[in-house]
């Protein structure tokens, strides 16, 4: 399947491990041109040093206010013949614990990166980006169901899960998409070790993060014109709801 995004943009924040890395992965191999950001500039040189041709970096904190102006700004000088077509927003995880092991100040930084991060980029997104183009978020499948010793991640997710929808009704009589994946149990470095328990999973394994990023490069192209306002699973059957 052609899913049409040679010589066009993507923005994905949180793109130098993880899903973030392997969406951009995802991306390139189809003819797309990626910026990547991190808050560590080594992270985003190694980054770029493995994606290679078609990619750029930057070093952003999403928490800045200013980080969706350096990231559009730098896309359009760097990829000038390519018009940014999408962003798609990965945040790292909140510190872990469970809800009475937290403290407020472990709250109030997840909500400047997890939550109003996510909201300014998706804002100045919605603003800047033309019909035909869409917006990511990476959640969680926190979204439906708690997952142990992560409860600000808990409490946080869901909201930006309906915000997804929220977002979905006001930008698409412009045309533009807004579309969250929700992995379950994969294999990132989040994932410490290699022997977290998969029992629970109707796949019976844990999920490659090349499976994660395929799924995320086609709903954020194209081919996946006519999909908006939903928070698709790429969890091995984890999630149990509908």
């Keep these: 399947m052609d899913i049409a995004v040679v010589n066009t943009t993507f923005i ?5 491990s993880g899903v973030g890395l392997a969406t951009a992965k995802a991306l390139i191999s189809e003819g797309a041109r990626v910026l990547v950001s991190s808050r560590s500039r080594d992270r985003v040189d190694e980054a770029t040093a493995e994606l290679g041709d078609g990619s750029h970096g930057i070093a952003v904190d999403n928490a800045d ?24 927003i990965s945040v ?15 709250w109030r930084d997840a909500v400047d990166s997890v939550l109003l ?3 300014r980029l998706a804002r100045y997104a ?4 033309e019909s035909g183009s869409a917006i990511g978020m990476v959640l969680s499948s926190s979204v439906w169901n708690p997952v142990p010793n992560i409860a600000i ?19 698409g009589p412009r045309g533009v998409r807004v579309i969250g994946v929700a992995p379950g149990v994969i294999r990132t470095p989040r994932v ?19 499976e994660f990023g395929r799924v995320a490069a086609f709903l954020m192209s194209p081919a996946a014109s ?14 149990r709801s509908l």
């Design 226 to 239: 006519y999909m908006t306002g939903s928070v698709i699973p790429v969890d091995g059957g984890l999630v």
């Design 192 to 210: 410490a070790g290699g022997n977290t328990a998969a029992d629970h999973i109707p796949l019976q394994r844990l999920g490659e993060p090349e």
């Design 65 to 88: 206010p200013a980080a969706p102006h350096k990231l559009f700004d730098a896309a359009a000088r760097t990829f000038p013949d390519s018009p940014v077509r999408g962003l798609f």
């Design 153 to 171: 991640s808990n409490g946080l997710r869901p909201g930006l899960g309906m915000m997804v929808k929220t977002l979905a009704d006001e930008l």
């Design 126 to 129: 919605g603003d800047h980006l």
């Design 12 to 16: 994905i924040t949180g793109g130098t």
């Design 92 to 106: 790292g995880g909140p510190e872990k614990g469970k809800f009475f092991e937290t403290t407020e100040q472990q």
């Design 117 to 119: 991060g996510t909201l």
